[in-house]
């Protein structure tokens, strides 16, 4: 039993064998196929025309991702980390929906509506897929590391945006639709962001020139987050030797590419040794 639960675990949660990519790759198009037909269901007239298709299809996929998220339950030592961990709530939430809609049938109108917006959380499936994109986490700890130098940036453009859109509120006023200084940081905030909505726009000479300024200032603040992010994976990528291996202990998969036991909690990372 030992010999075939370490099997199915080197399969499911290993994707450095030919077994394990392959088991990632289909479960990627099953995730897309799935998410696609979430789509496609929320489209009147092809609900209507191919509602069979989608309910067989569905029905399928779901059965295949209630085996998959059994076998991650199997084949581990402590089955209630894999559950209540991220990726595990993910995976029930993607799956329950289609099981939840059989209690319901028949049901009022105000249920059936229930039911439509759990079947939206299929669409919680396309979180899994970063699962299997090594990449991601690479991406995942950059973000963390760089997120008191984005945090105080945001606050620097918040900060610039409430001093702004009180200037152009004071400029303007409430003849160029400047009512109120909210409004007028909600102007600030699209004018920066260079989306610029149009339904305010400043009619003084002074005020065209604060937003010209603001528009020409935005360009840099969309570039400076991701120099920061940028630099902080440029200064990581010297440091990442890690392999995609899991331990059947802790679910830890942060291990260099020569590690024998997990860095973590020390157990062999070959079970069966």
Known sequence: MNKT???????IYEADTPAGKAFDISLIILIIISV???????????NDKYSNIFNIAEWVITILFTIEYILRIISIHHPKKYIFSF???????????????LIFVGAHIETIMAIRALRILRI??????????????FLVRSLLVSRAKIIIFLL?????????????YLIEGPEAGFDNI??????????ISTVGYGDIVPLTGMGKFIASLLMILGYGIIAVPTGIISAEMAQRKKDIDVTTRV???????????????????????????
């Open 5 to 11: 639960r370490q099997k199915i675990h080197d399969i």
């Open 36 to 46: 696609i037909l979430v789509a496609l269901e929320t489209v009147g007239w092809i």
């Open 87 to 101: 990726y595990g709530i993910i995976d029930l939430l993607a799956t329950i929906p289609k099981y939840v809609s």
């Open 124 to 137: 919680f499936r396309v979180l899994r897929i970063s699962r299997y994109i090594g990449e991601s986490t």
């Open 156 to 168: 620097f453009v918040l900060i610039m945006c409430i001093l702004f859109g009180t200037i152009m």
């Open 182 to 191: 909210p409004e007028s940081i909600y102007w600030c905030i699209s004018t």
């Open 247 to 273: 331990c059947v202990e802790c679910l830890n998969d942060k291990h260099k590419d020569a590690a024998v036991y997990c860095h973590k909690c020390g157990s062999h990372l070959d079970e069966e040794k």
